[in-house]
C-alpha cells in the first residue's frame, strides 16, 4: 500500500509561484496515477490535476491550465506540482492522490483510493 505525504505549500503573493512535492513509500510508485486536488473552506475537494500510471497523459482543471504542470520522478517515489502565476482563488489544502494502475477517471476523487495529509497553500494580494 501506497503512503503519501505532500509538503510545499505555504504563503505566496499573487502572481508568485510554488511546488508542492508529495513524496510516497513503496516499490510500486511507477505502477500507480497521481493527482492533485484542492479544497477550500466550505467548498468541495475539486480536481486540480493528475498524470496517468504510464506518465504519457496529463490532465489539468480549466482553471489551472497553462499554469501548473504537473510531473513525477519514479526514480524518487514523488510527484509534483508546479504552481505559477498564483490567484487568490488558487488558495486550499493541496492533497496528492494515488491510483493503483490508474489510467482512467483520473478527474475524480472517488478514482483513488491512497490520499496524503494535504498542505495549505495560501494566495496573498
Known amino acids: 500500500q501506497v503512503q503519501l505525504v505532500e509538503s510545499g505549500g505555504g504563503l505566496v503573493q499573487a502572481g508568485g509561484s510554488l511546488r508542492l512535492s508529495c513524496v510516497a513509500s513503496?516499490?510500486?510508485?511507477?505502477?500507480?496515477?497521481m493527482g492533485w486536488f484542492r479544497q477550500a473552506p466550505g467548498q468541495e475537494r475539486d480536481f486540480v490535476a493528475a498524470?496517468?500510471?504510464?506518465?504519457?497523459?496529463?490532465f489539468y482543471a480549466d482553471s489551472v491550465k497553462g499554469r501548473f504542470t504537473i510531473s513525477r520522478d519514479n526514480a524518487k517515489n514523488t510527484v509534483y506540482l508546479q504552481m505559477n502565476s498564483l490567484k487568490l482563488e488558487d488558495t486550499a489544502v493541496y492533497y496528492c492522490?494515488?491510483?493503483?494502475?490508474?489510467?482512467?477517471?483520473?478527474?475524480?476523487?472517488?478514482?483513488?483510493?491512497?490520499w496524503g495529509q494535504g498542505t495549505q497553500v495560501t494566495v496573498s494580494s
Open positions: 513503496g516499490s510500486t510508485f511507477s505502477l500507480h496515477a
Open positions: 498524470m496517468n500510471y504510464g506518465g504519457d497523459i496529463r
Open positions: 492522490a494515488a491510483d493503483f494502475l490508474g489510467n482512467s477517471g483520473l478527474m475524480q476523487s472517488k478514482t483513488y483510493d491512497h
